[in-house]
């Protein structure tokens, strides 16, 4: 099955901007931590005497709560817990090569020092000091490209924002007003007193034409030429492309993307939700992703107290010891010369096949269809083990030691010459 079999859901390209600076760093990196944390981590899932389970961060629109009684909820929000550098020194320890966290997510609540508003974590809560500042400052001493998830639209905060029709009427609202006021200034910030933001996150689009979409790109990239915009931002100007939530493309996809994960069930934190993907589950969806050409970016949902939920700290390190050995295997390679494969699927650097071994095959006869380029060698990554295989017009097959030194996935490297027809 090849990409121009494809419904054009998939295959549909992320923007017409190819040529962005940013492109590079971002297709190479392929492993990005998400972070979603506002008023909603406080919650943790639990509004008045019910509780919610999954999207924590929707909690205000699932429990229709007024929009002045959820902003009391930020007279409390104090995460004196919060430690920029741990955050930095987790994500490095992860191997994640870059970090997105919310400035202000559909609750319209602002997770930094905005002059815009008043509703934001300096004014409007005893925390007083922007968080953001310090994670930004952390992130780029540790050499991790930083930047903002904002919600241009959605904002049940505000009577003209998107989103909100429980307390304030849809015909009533002013969507340009939002943007005017609230929205495109607030950007500007995050766009200025950050430092170079690596790109912007932009989440379901709205109220906007694609002119004024433009208009309002136009008016953010002089700040920053060489920040990505992400493809929520509408009318297919985005930079790169992001599926849908939780999706992996079935076949390799050309150009720039990304797919996004929760750890758990739910982006903002929810103190009742423990499903959290083990490490093996990560490392699987990281090549999995990989071997699709694209990038995963795994989401973290610290608590009301800016704390990162345990398993996520333990399995995000266990992950990045796997990356501390198999890493050439992901970064800076692209999609696989084959089709996934009942052992497992493949990424590629020129010369260079990897395979992700999932799964011991039979007889530990490991078979590779379809190489008709000439093999050289074929080793376990991170060994100077040479494995012993047979080539031919049909497969190449491969002598597999009795057991894999990671049974989660054990990375193979074949070096070929010529190329792969
Ligand atoms: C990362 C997530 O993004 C959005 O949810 C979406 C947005 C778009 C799609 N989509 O296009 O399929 C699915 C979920 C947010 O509503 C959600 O809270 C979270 O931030």
Same mark, same amino acid.
């Given at each position: 099955?090849?990409?121009?079999?494809?419904?054009?859901?998939?295959?549909?390209?992320?923007?017409?901007?190819?040529?962005?600076?940013?492109?590079?760093?971002?297709?190479?990196?392929?492993?990005?931590?998400?972070?979603?944390?506002?008023?909603?981590?406080?919650?943790?899932?639990?509004?008045?005497?019910?509780?919610?389970?999954?999207?924590?961060?929707?909690?205000?629109?699932?429990?229709?709560? $007024?929009?002045?009684?959820?902003?009391?909820?930020?007279?409390?929000?104090?995460?004196?817990?919060?430690?920029?550098?741990?955050?930095?020194?987790?994500?490095?320890?992860?191997?994640?090569?870059?970090?997105?966290?919310?400035?202000?997510?559909?609750?319209?609540?602002?997770?930094?020092?905005?002059?815009?508003?008043?509703?934001? +974590?300096?004014?409007?809560?005893?925390?007083?000091?922007?968080?953001?500042?310090?994670?930004?400052?952390?992130?780029?001493?540790?050499?991790? $490209?930083?930047?903002?998830?904002?919600?241009?639209?959605?904002?049940?905060?505000?009577?003209?924002?998107?989103?909100?029709?429980?307390? *304030?009427?849809?015909?009533?609202?002013?969507?340009?007003?939002?943007?005017?006021?609230?929205?495109?200034?607030?950007?500007?910030?995050?766009?200025?007193?950050?430092?170079?933001?690596?790109?912007?996150?932009?989440?379901?689009?709205?109220?906007?034409?694609?002119?004024?979409?433009?208009?309002?790109?136009?008016?953010?990239?002089?700040?920053?030429?060489?920040?990505? *915009?992400?493809?929520?931002?509408?009318?297919?100007?985005?930079?790169?492309?992001?599926?849908?939530?939780?999706?992996? /493309? /079935?076949?390799?996809?050309?150009?720039?993307?990304?797919?996004?994960?929760?750890?758990?069930?739910?982006?903002?934190?929810?103190?009742?939700?423990?499903?959290?993907?083990?490490?093996?589950?990560?490392?699987?969806?990281?090549?999995?992703?990989?071997?699709?050409?694209?990038?995963?970016?795994?989401?973290?949902?610290?608590?009301?107290?800016?704390?990162? $939920?345990?398993?996520?700290?333990?399995?995000?390190?266990?992950?990045?010891?796997?990356?501390? +050995?198999?890493?050439?295997? +992901?970064?800076?390679?692209?999609?696989?010369? +084959?089709?996934?494969?009942?052992?497992?699927?493949?990424?590629?650097?020129?010369?260079?096949?990897?395979?992700?071994?999932?799964?011991?095959?039979?007889?530990?006869?490991?078979?590779? $269809?379809?190489?008709?380029?000439?093999?050289?060698?074929?080793?376990?990554?991170?060994?100077?083990?040479?494995?012993?295989?047979?080539?031919?017009?049909?497969?190449?097959?491969?002598?597999? /030691?009795?057991?894999?030194?990671?049974?989660?996935?054990?990375?193979?490297?074949?070096?070929?010459?010529?190329?792969?027809?």
């Amino acid at each position: 099955v090849q990409a121009q079999d494809m419904p054009d859901m998939w295959t549909k390209a992320a923007g017409n901007n190819t040529t962005h600076p940013g492109l590079k760093w971002f297709r190479d990196a392929k492993f990005g931590l998400f972070i979603h944390w506002g008023l909603y981590s406080k919650l943790g899932g639990r509004w008045k005497d019910s509780s919610y389970y999954g999207s924590g961060e929707w909690l205000m629109n699932r429990a229709k709560a $007024p929009a002045g009684e959820y902003a009391a909820v930020a007279k409390t929000f104090n995460p004196q817990g919060f430690n920029a550098e741990e955050w930095a020194q987790t994500a490095r320890d992860a191997g994640v090569r870059y970090l997105v966290i919310t400035a202000k997510h559909h609750e319209g609540f602002s997770m930094y020092d905005s002059k815009v508003t008043d509703f934001d +974590i300096v004014d409007a809560s005893p925390y007083g000091k922007d968080p953001m500042k310090a994670l930004s400052r952390a992130c780029r001493e540790k050499g991790i $490209p930083f930047g903002f998830y904002y919600s241009q639209f959605l904002d049940w905060h505000e009577p003209d924002g998107g989103g909100n029709t429980w307390d *304030f009427p849809k015909d009533k609202k002013d969507y340009q007003q939002y943007y005017r006021s609230k929205s495109v200034p607030q950007l500007k910030e995050l766009l200025t007193n950050y430092g170079p933001l690596g790109l912007v996150w932009f989440d379901m689009p709205g109220g906007l034409t694609p002119e004024q979409t433009r208009q309002m790109i136009d008016s953010l990239r002089i700040l920053q030429p060489s920040c990505l *915009f992400s493809s929520r931002v509408g009318h297919n100007l985005g930079d790169y492309r992001d599926f849908g939530d939780s999706e992996v /493309p /079935p076949v390799p996809i050309p150009g720039a993307w990304e797919s996004i994960y929760t750890h758990n069930d739910s982006w903002g934190y929810i103190e009742h939700d423990l499903n959290f993907k083990s490490p093996g589950e990560i490392i699987r969806l990281l090549s999995n992703v990989a071997s699709k050409g694209g990038n995963l970016m795994l989401n973290v949902g610290p608590d009301g107290n800016g704390k990162w $939920p345990a398993y996520s700290i333990a399995y995000l390190k266990a992950t990045g010891r796997w990356l501390d +050995i198999y890493g050439e295997s +992901i970064y800076g390679t692209t999609y696989g010369l +084959i089709p996934a494969q009942p052992w497992g699927v493949t990424t590629s650097k020129p010369g260079k096949l990897y395979l992700h071994v999932w799964e011991m095959p039979t007889g530990r006869q490991l078979r590779v $269809p379809g190489i008709n380029a000439r093999v050289k060698s074929v080793k376990i990554l991170g060994s100077r083990q040479p494995l012993t295989w047979k080539q031919s017009t049909a497969a190449t097959t491969i002598q597999l /030691p009795v057991t894999l030194p990671d049974t989660r996935n054990t990375v193979l490297v074949m070096e070929y010459s010529g190329t792969q027809q």
